[in-house]
T-cell receptor
Framework: EAGVAQSPRYKIIEKRQSVAFWCNPISGHATLYWYQQILGQGPKLLIQFQNNGVVDDSQLPKDRFSAERLKGVDSTLKIQPAKLEDSAVYLC???????????FGQGTRLTVV | DQQVKQNSPSLSVQEGRISILNCDYTNSMFDYFLWYKKYPAEGPTFLISISSIKDKNEDGRFTVFLNKSAKHLSLHIVPSQPGDSAVYFCAASVGTGNQFYFGTGTSLTVIP
């Protein structure tokens, strides 16, 4: 079974630029999460999708972050414009319905300079 | 507000001995707890879980203990192996299919 795929693995941008991350969850997994992990901290949820609907985006900084999962499969997370404090690893995870254990991708390490 | 806390940033253990990683939580609504293991440059990998109806769950060398009254859980690894060296995250959720709240992680080093 293929795992959660994310791209790119690494990205360096200047502040005020835009960036987008892509995630393809495990086939058949209805729930998709985007987490932000700042160095030295645990992952923090940004947004949760159930199929193509948003379940929880209460911690997403909506003035600069956006995410979509149009067809209920893959998802894109965008930051526009980026700030220095957005430097982090962005993790995508997915779960099948009614189970708790999330499967994580390798993450995208973003550095904003 | 950190609802899940791992107060030991690092732990070193000799190969073959027991590793005990601790986790505390503040939200009494949490009823599902998980441990994830993370190697450098990889995403977290699910290790073991426990629901609040149990106080112990075992899977091979890994055992998780839950003390609901103390809002504390621990992960025991016996015997510890060098390949267990990684960062371990404790996570908690309210029910299944909801967001996980993660601790800050404990870096385990198993010394050969």
């Amino acid at each position: 079974e293929a795992g959660v795929a994310q791209s790119p693995r690494y990205k360096i941008i200047e502040k005020r630029q835009s960036v987008a991350f892509w995630c393809n969850p495990i086939s058949g997994h209805a729930t998709l999460y985007w987490y932000q992990q700042i160095l030295g901290q645990g992952p923090k949820l940004l947004i949760q999708f159930q199929n193509n609907g948003v379940v929880d985006d209460s911690q997403l900084p909506k003035d600069r972050f956006s995410a979509e999962r149009l067809k209920g499969v893959d998802s894109t997370l965008k930051i526009q414009p980026a700030k220095l404090e957005d430097s982090a690893v962005y993790l995508c995870a997915s779960t099948p319905d009614l189970t708790a254990e999330a499967f994580f991708g390798q993450g995208t390490r973003l550095t904003v300079v | 507000d950190q609802q899940v806390k791992q107060n030991s940033p690092s732990l070193s253990v000799q190969e073959g001995r027991i590793s005990i990683l601790n986790c505390d939580y503040t939200n009494s609504m949490f009823d599902y707890f998980l441990w994830y293991k993370k190697y450098p440059a990889e995403g977290p990998t699910f290790l073991i879980s426990i629901s609040s109806i149990k106080d112990k769950n075992e899977d091979g060398r890994f055992t998780v203990f839950l003390n609901k009254s103390a809002k504390h859980l621990s992960l025991h690894i016996v015997p510890s192996q060098p390949g267990d060296s990684a960062v371990y995250f404790c996570a908690a959720s309210v029910g299944t299919g909801n967001q996980f709240y993660f601790g800050t992680g404990t870096s385990l080093t198993v010394i050969p």
